[in-house]
């Protein structure tokens, strides 16, 4: 099982950009698609963005689309999402998500990290 451990959450005026970072160990990195996902308060978890292990395809949902970029360092054991031109609808926990079968590309992911919050202030 991997182990990931987001962080750059933090504090941002609407407009303001964000990279979030995702650490992963105990596992081979590359053989796993990865994903982020936010959940706002007495929201329930939504998909944000997900990548293929070889950095081949990426998903994105509607609301986030031309402002968030996912990306992956296999060298580093790492996956990324700059967050840009941010809205305070914005505002969630933001968590890493890794999947090693063909799942990942419905959204269901097996090994989560603790989350890193995000607020947008307006």
């Known amino acids: 099982q991997v182990q990931l451990v987001e962080s750059g959450g933090g504090l941002v005026q609407a407009g303001g950009s964000l990279r979030l970072s995702c650490l992963a160990s105990?596992?081979?990195?590359?053989?796993?698609?990865m994903g982020w996902f936010r959940q706002a308060p007495g929201k329930e978890r939504e998909f944000v963005a997900a990548?293929?292990?070889?950095?081949?395809?990426?998903y994105y949902v509607d609301s986030v689309k031309g402002r968030f970029t996912i990306s992956r360092d296999n060298a580093k054991n790492t996956v990324y999402l700059q967050m840009d031109s941010l809205k305070p609808e914005d505002t969630a926990a933001y968590y890493c998500?890794?999947?090693?079968?063909?799942?990942?590309?419905?959204?269901?992911?097996?090994?989560w990290g603790q989350g890193t919050q995000v607020t947008v202030s307006s």
């Open positions: 998500a890794a999947e090693g079968t063909s799942s990942w590309s419905r959204g269901d992911f097996s090994s």
């Open positions: 105990g596992g081979t990195f590359r053989k796993y698609a």
């Open positions: 990548i293929s292990w070889n950095v081949g395809t990426t």
